[in-house]
């Protein structure tokens, strides 16, 4: 579903047995979808009741729904960026206000990383007859559609995979029914060759769907009286605003060991910190650096600098960078390889004042730990004290800034 070796290996076995299928261009998938669609009204215009056509589909209109089903069932990219519909944002994509995504580098990022986990899970099946599933940690600066992407890969494995059960928890009441809305624009906006019969539909707090889909997602908050999950197992998880949550120690001893250990286990948890030496400054870190136990765990670190149409602004022609921005740069262009699989990041000018600018705004209203923490460019630099220490932020950034990497070196005792 998401490692493009595994996509590619699931359509041959459907090719072989006979299931014939023509992956489309991205628009020319929407195109044909929103002509299909114009079948579900009148010629007076209104919407036909659930299920009825102005006309009966012909031969070549059915084979493109059954090829275009078959390719969303096993390709979760060709479904996500051509059926899956969300608010867009007008600052990074051209799209309609609401429409499947252009995919930004963060989202690649995401499902390069869990294809990865997916061919180690079918490996580890294949020699152990044994597999956690898919964990993830996604430790983000703002805005990097973290949750968007995580909503979206829920929505998938309950459309195509029959008797999926779900589960999406958040920090309180709002949003949640936040996390509830977003689900219901995408259910409501799918081609009518895709959308399943919805039941029950629960107001922020559940959705199924009918025979023979028979998947269901629970929406529950953190502060609730009777804990996450308590009495479910859930084959696909998705935790949002961890680092907020006042109980997190329940994730790690009450809901992680109640989800199967099996290869459809898809589970996410993803947050910007809160500040030092909590459960997510604790658990990130044991995933990014694989210590006992957090093997298996993706880790997804998110610098700020990743989406490159996000965060940027117009660069006035007098602008010379000030001496923090520049040892920024040069923090950016030694620590990105590790978050952008070996590639050296050197920021646009564009990218550049915008930090610098964004940066002098928190700084003038003594914000710059908040600055930090959302747009941080390495992991340390998101982890800033909630409280004022007793280093100033400002030595403490340039420390973390001039620090080098370790390196190893030989020595030799003369005998």
Known sequence: ????????????????????????????????????????YGQD?????????????????????????????????YFFTRFYCLETDPGVSDQPPIAPPVLLESQRRYLSLIGRREEECHAELAKYKFT???????????????????????????????????????LDDDRKGELFKRDHLALDNLP?????????????????????????????????????GVGSQND?????????????????????????????????QESTPDGKGDYWHEVTESARHKRRGYESWIYAFIPWYMNVKKYRANVPDSWRPEEHSLRHAELVMRTSPEFMDGTHVELSREQLYWWESTRAQHARNGELATFLTNYAATPEQSFQSPSQGALPVELIEVMEQECKDPECYDVEIAA
């Open 45 to 77: 215009g209104r919407k036909l009741p659930e299920g009825q056509l102005r006309r009966v589909l012909n031969s070549a209109e059915q084979q493109h729904i059954e090829s275009e089903r078959l390719l969303s069932k096993v390709d979760f990219e």
């Open 192 to 228: 009518f060759w895709l959308k399943p019969r919805i039941y029950p539909d629960v107001k922020d707090t559940e959705l199924g769907f009918e025979p023979p889909t028979s998947s269901r997602i629970s929406y529950q908050a953190e502060n609730q009286t009777s804990g996450i």
């Open 1 to 40: 579903m998401y490692s493009p070796e595994i996509v590619t290996k699931r359509l041959f076995q459907a090719k072989k047995a006979g299931l014939q299928f023509q992956r489309l261009p991205r628009d020319k998938s929407i195109e044909i979808a929103s002509k299909l669609e114009q079948l579900r």
């Open 236 to 268: 696909v998880s998705h935790l949002t605003e961890v680092s907020l949550w006042k109980y997190p120690g329940r994730i790690r001893f009450s809901f992680v060991p109640s989800m199967p250990k099996a290869i459809t286990t898809l589970h996410i």
């Open 132 to 170: 956690e599933g898919i964990l993830a940690y996604f430790h983000k600066v703002r805005q990097v559609a973290a949750t968007a992407t995580a909503r979206a890969l829920t929505l998938h494995r309950m459309v195509f995979w029959p008797g999926t059960r779900a589960l999406a928890a958040t």
